[in-house]
């Protein structure tokens, strides 16, 4: 395909809006809960008689806590993604726009080649066609 066809950077655009929707997967499996682990985390305080007391401290066994966290590299993947696809998009609907301006400014100035007529003036010694604005002759050199 041509990168001056309208039609490629549609195309482009297209891929870009899928590779957005591609990156908010992610997303959706964190909220989801797909991306969650568990894990023991020591605590370092303890009970005894009601009153908190630091376990190392103290020569008690430390006691282990299970903690359920969620694990930020899909969401950090999902957001290369998604940005990687917005800016693909972007750069796509910056340049069919400017096929598009340039499309209106060549259809613009062909309308207005059209439309202002051209007057020809025939050299009387050649017979050579020259513009009217013109004094001498382009072909032979003489003045019209």
């Known amino acids: 395909m041509d990168d001056h066809d309208p039609a490629y950077w549609r195309t482009l655009s297209r891929i870009a809006a899928v590779i957005v929707l591609i990156g908010l997967i992610p997303f959706w499996v964190v909220r989801a809960g797909g991306c969650q682990y568990r894990t023991q985390e020591t605590t370092a305080t303890c009970e005894i008689n009601g009153k908190p007391v630091d376990c190392r401290a103290s020569g008690l066994p430390v006691p282990y806590e299970t903690v359920t966290k969620t694990d930020p590299t899909g969401i950090g ?43 020809k003036v025939r050299c009387p010694s050649c017979g050579t066609l020259n513009d009217e604005t013109d004094q001498f002759c382009g072909h032979c050199g003489k003045p019209l």
């Open 77 to 119: 993947f999902g957001l290369i993604i998604m940005l990687g696809g917005l800016g693909l998009g972007l750069y796509a609907s910056i340049h069919l726009q400017r096929i598009k301006n340039s499309l209106t400014d060549r259809a613009y100035q062909q309308m207005q080649s059209e439309a202002t007529p051209v007057v």
